[in-house]
């Protein structure tokens, strides 16, 4: 008998420490990455840390590069290369990033549910964003100051109906880790008022 409680004593000491170490686990914050044709040697992931200049320098083999650690709260993150950069959403889970050197900025990144609910915001604004975009690249090439005025008029109103959304958005969403990003790049924008 005393043989079977110490059976089952060892049997649950050795469940819990499992438990503990599997939610541990499930705590950490990681990266893999690949990305078809990167020649760098190194990438540099900054946004991992409380402290804003940190970045960390990650080495890259092949196109591939991992990083694994903690972050204390879900946030923006930028992987930046030699000459490209690109931003997205973690938090202390799996991430995984695909995409091309050539077009870095649009990488599928897929693990990150704070990434899920930017992509779905980005969605939700993408009639803005395909409205506005022509508009740019034809301001770009205007010659007439008539002509660049009426362009500049045009995106400043995508641009006020973009904001309206953020803000509504924000309402609706104030403990989302998507709405702190969003107010701190308007501030960077605009009155943060």
């Known amino acids: 008998m005393q043989?079977?409680?110490?059976?089952?004593?060892?049997?649950l000491i050795l469940s819990c420490a499992y438990a503990c170490q599997s939610t541990e686990a499930s705590k950490k914050a990681s990266i893999e990455a690949h990305i078809n044709g990167l020649i760098d040697s190194v990438v540099y992931i900054s946004g991992l840390h409380d402290e804003p200049a940190k970045s960390d320098t990650v080495p890259v083999k092949d196109g591939k590069f991992s990083w694994s650690g903690t972050v204390t709260d879900p946030r923006k993150?930028?992987?930046?290369?030699?000459?490209?950069?690109?931003?997205?959403?973690?938090?202390?889970?799996?991430v995984k990033i695909e995409g091309t050197v050539d077009s870095f900025y649009y990488s599928k990144v897929t693990g990150s549910a704070s990434q899920d609910e930017y992509m779905g915001f980005e969605e939700s604004v993408k009639d803005i964003t395909d409205g506005q975009w022509p508009l740019f690249q034809q301001l770009h090439v205007a010659k007439d100051d008539k002509v660049k005025a009426a362009l500049e008029a045009r995106i400043d109103s995508f641009r006020m109906a973009k904001r309206a959304r953020i803000k509504t958005y924000v309402l609706q969403h104030p403990a989302s880790p998507v709405s702190v990003a969003l107010l701190a790049d308007m501030a960077v924008m605009g009155e943060f008022a």
Do not use: D
């Not at 043989?3 to 049997?11: C, Q, R």
């Open 77 to 94: 993150v930028f992987i930046g290369t030699s000459g490209q950069y690109m931003e997205f959403f973690m938090e202390n889970a799996p």
């Open 3 to 11: 043989k079977m409680k110490t059976t089952i004593g060892y049997a």
